[in-house]
């Protein structure tokens, strides 16, 4: 597999462009398990990068758990701990998959400022816009969920005029505007409902809450957007599947 051109004018995404070509090398199985990857050095010169942005890749790769180093000897493909634990869906796909039927009501709808915790992780500036959504999600008329969205208002001009109370974002992501979500990272905590979620969700304050932090991506790591569900917790269940015990 060749090495495909960095795309230059996206400079801060260089690292994640090179992690990109590197994840296509690991799932295409080119690359396996054990396998030494280039140095960052090495990689610098295919890329044409510094060693600074070579590092960053592999350094973002190895916190997902996909490259480890042992020192004196070079960086290699880590063996997967867990796999097909669970596939992330959208909202929509998912109650689908299941024989739902999903809905929403839509809460707040807009464009606005990111701030900057926000833009830092959604990789803009802070005078950059974004639209954010808020819905509260159902399946079957029964309430699931309260969901909030930020996109990056550049990737989906409109978006905040479509109606959405029943639509699949990344259905429009793809019919309307070419864009398809191909990767998710995840973060999932426990917490409880405070007087507003309690309020929003028809549920009581105090009642347990599983909340998701997301942000997909592109094929190639390029940021889409950020998404935080607040599930309900006595209607969600996370199953996490037969593993073997190291």
């Known amino acids: 597999m060749e090495y495909s051109p960095l795309n230059r004018e996206k400079q801060k995404h260089l690292y994640l462009q090179i992690a990109a070509q590197i994840l296509q090398r690991i799932e295409s199985a080119e690359w396996k398990d ?29 916190e997902k758990g996909l490259l480890y180093r042992e020192v004196g000897r070079g960086t290699f493909i880590a063996k997967p701990k867990m796999e097909n634990i669970v596939a992330f869906k959208g909202f929509s796909e998912y109650i689908a998959s299941k024989g739902g039927k999903p809905g ?25 816009l974004i639209v954010y959504i808020e819905r509260i999600r159902t399946a079957d008329g029964q309430i699931m969920a309260l969901q909030s969205s930020s996109i990056r208002q550049a990737l989906c001009p409109g978006l ?6 029943n639509k699949s974002l990344y259905s429009i992501f793809k019919e309307h505007y070419g864009i398809y979500p191909a990767w998710t990272e995840v973060k999932m905590r426990a917490s409880l409902a405070d007087e507003e979620e309690a309020r929003l969700l028809k549920i009581e304050p105090g009642e347990a809450l599983l909340i998701v932090k997301a942000l997909s991506f592109t094929e190639k790591f390029e940021i889409i957007e950020k998404v935080v569900t607040k599930y309900i917790g006595s209607s969600m269940d996370l199953y996490i599947g037969r593993q073997r015990i190291e």
Not at 36 to 62: C, H, N, W
Not at 108 to 127: H, N, Y
Not at 160 to 165: F, I, P, V
């Open 34 to 62: 054990g396998d030494m990857i280039p140095s960052e050095r090495e990689l610098g010169d295919i890329f044409k990068v510094s060693r600074i942005t070579a590092k960053k890749a592999v350094e973002y790769l190895q």
């Open 104 to 128: 929403a009501t839509i809460i707040e709808q807009s464009v606005q400022e990111p701030g900057a915790r926000l833009a830092e992780e959604l990789q803009i500036r802070e005078d950059d």
């Open 160 to 165: 905040e005029q479509m109606d959405l109370a």
